[in-house]
């Protein structure tokens, strides 16, 4: 079992940064692939991004590559996403979310692939 709470969301102009977190209680989180979804209102979930177990590979949907970072610290057993150049759209409940302990697909921009998923954090952007 893991249990995933996110934090960090909140208001933040156009332009601005801001840094979720992802905390991860339960044991096996170093064996586990995760992920970053969001979901804006009215709007299916979309994939951000994802890390391997090591951290040494990491994948980004399209609209987040080149302003959005994960990253992991498996010490800690957190994940990360450091989002800078904020758009309006980038208005959404962001949720964290892990694979099952050992599993790996290839698949990883799927949200089936996930079985266990945090409460979500709003990150709203404003003009």
């Known amino acids: 079992q893991v249990q995933l709470v996110e934090s960090g969301g909140g208001l933040v102009q156009a332009g601005g940064s801001l840094r979720l977190s992802c905390a991860a209680s339960?044991?096996?989180?170093?064996?586990?692939?995760m992920g970053w979804f969001r979901q804006a209102s009215g709007k299916e979930r979309e994939f951000v991004a994802a890390?391997?177990?090591?951290?040494?590979?990491?994948y980004y949907g399209d609209s987040a590559k080149g302003r959005f970072t994960i990253s992991r610290d498996n010490a800690k057993n957190m994940v990360y996403l450091q989002m800078n150049s904020l758009k309006p759209e980038d208005t959404a409940v962001y949720y964290c979310?892990?694979?099952?302990?050992?599993?790996?697909?290839?698949?990883?921009?799927?949200?089936?692939?996930?079985?266990?998923w945090g409460q979500g954090t709003q990150v709203t952007v404003s003009y």
């Open positions: 890390i391997n177990w090591s951290g040494g590979s990491t």
């Open positions: 979310a892990a694979m099952g302990a050992g599993h790996s697909s290839s698949s990883f921009r799927r949200s089936y692939e996930y079985d266990n």
């Open positions: 339960g044991g096996t989180f170093s064996r586990r692939n």
